[in-house]
């Protein structure tokens, strides 16, 4: 069994930081990822991370300013926000599995995790 927790996120203005970060409490995850969705919106996936080789991936929504990485000792996962918009705001959940393989981590955005956290609210003002 595998427990994400999420924490890091808050409320800052357009263009501005945050960064969140995920505790995988349990078994090793072979691929972490960030899934966001706003009120009224689909689940989006934004990043993910194969973590036996550290190889990330994007949305193109978020290429260029989001960074996601991996401390494969603490099972922790990060996503670094940067120029941040205000479409940018919703709840940020952490998602884990460990039987995904590198092609499927980089399926991200369609893949069905196995564990999720209770999710982490970002707000972005204009």
């Known amino acids: 069994h595998i427990e994400p927790v999420e924490s890091g996120g808050g409320s800052v203005q357009a263009g501005g930081s945050l960064r969140l970060s995920c505790v995988a409490r349990?078994?090793?995850?072979?691929?972490m990822a960030w899934v966001r969705q706003a009120p009224g919106k689909e689940r989006e996936g934004v990043a993910a991370?194969?973590?036996?080789?550290?190889?990330?991936f994007y949305a193109d929504s978020v290429k260029g300013r989001f960074t996601v990485s991996a401390h494969n000792p603490s099972n922790t996962l990060y996503l670094q926000m940067d120029s941040l918009k205000p479409e940018d705001t919703a709840m940020y959940y952490c998602a884990a599995d460990r039987g995904f393989s590198r092609s499927s981590c980089g399926q991200f955005a369609s893949a069905n995790f196995t564990y999720w956290g209770q999710g982490t609210q970002v707000t972005v003002s204009s």
């Open positions: 991370v194969y973590t036996p080789f550290g190889a990330a």
């Open positions: 349990g078994y090793t995850s072979y691929c």
